[in-house]
């Protein structure tokens, strides 16, 4: 079945450190791969997207490249804030696939330190 | 506008008590969902609406009930929970959906309703 992987944390960075956060997917279809933000107490807020291979997608100085040839579509930034603490989850959507839904990772916790 | 609205924000209830969530978006989406949300772990799908309809029961128990009165309007009727029951509710709602109920485009998520269950 579909799948989503993605590195556990918590992560802990100084501001203006570079940021990767990795995530690799199972699919069996042609899924389109999201970046989802949750601020502490808050719901779920759409980063960014992206639906089809070596699609780029960004938002706020994050960016992620839909990989099909590695199956990934890592989370960068080149200088976090303070203000980018959060869980962060990727996720899929088969849109060809029985599943359909969306299929969340574990989340990963970034900690931004002044 | 991909705002989704979700009241109340905060709520405590007995395990006798009956409650509503409720959520509404105005973008014009044919799909709403809600999701359970417990500490540290990702969202877990309980209900799909596609054009107002149940499309999708993820085997919840059936002291929790949805409804949906219109094509903005999503509820979430409560009655007996138990304390295990204390989580984060999420709604959502996207453009499209295939006929199955399978969502095939973006989720919009709410702010969500924390849920604690005395």
């Known amino acids: 079945g579909n799948s989503v992987t993605q590195m556990e944390g918590p992560v802990t960075l100084s501001e203006e450190a570079f940021l990767t956060i990795n995530c690799t997917y199972t699919?069996?279809?042609?899924?389109?791969l999201f970046w989802y933000v949750q601020y502490p107490g808050e719901g779920l807020q759409l980063l960014l997207k992206?639906?089809?291979?070596?699609d780029k997608g960004s938002n706020k100085g994050f960016e992620a490249t839909y990989r099909k040839e590695t199956t990934s579509f890592h989370l960068e930034k080149g200088s976090v804030q303070v203000s980018d603490s959060a869980v962060y989850f990727c996720?899929?959507?088969?849109?060809?696939?029985?599943?359909?839904?969306?299929?969340f990772g574990k989340g990963t916790k970034l900690s931004v330190k002044p | 506008d991909t705002e989704v609205t979700q009241t109340p924000k905060h709520l405590v209830m007995g395990m006798t008590n009956k409650k509503s969530l409720k959520c509404e978006q105005h973008m014009g989406h044919r799909a709403m969902y809600w999701y359970k949300q417990k500490a540290k772990k990702p969202p877990e799908l309980m209900f799909v609406y596609s054009y107002e309809k149940l499309s999708i029961n993820e085997s919840v128990p059936s002291r929790f009930s949805p409804e949906c009165p219109n094509s903005s309007l999503l509820n979430l009727h409560l009655h007996a929970l138990q304390p295990e029951d204390s989580a984060l509710y999420l709604c959502?709602?996207?453009?499209?959906?295939?006929?199955?109920?399978?969502?095939?485009?973006?989720?919009?998520f709410g702010p969500g309703t924390r849920l604690t269950v005395l």
């Open positions: 996720a899929l959507s088969d849109r060809g696939g029985s599943q359909g839904n969306l299929i």
């Open positions: 699919a069996t279809g042609y899924p389109s």
């Open positions: 959502a709602s996207s453009q499209d959906v295939r006929e199955d109920g399978r969502s095939t485009d973006t989720q919009y």
């Open positions: 992206a639906t089809k291979a070596d």
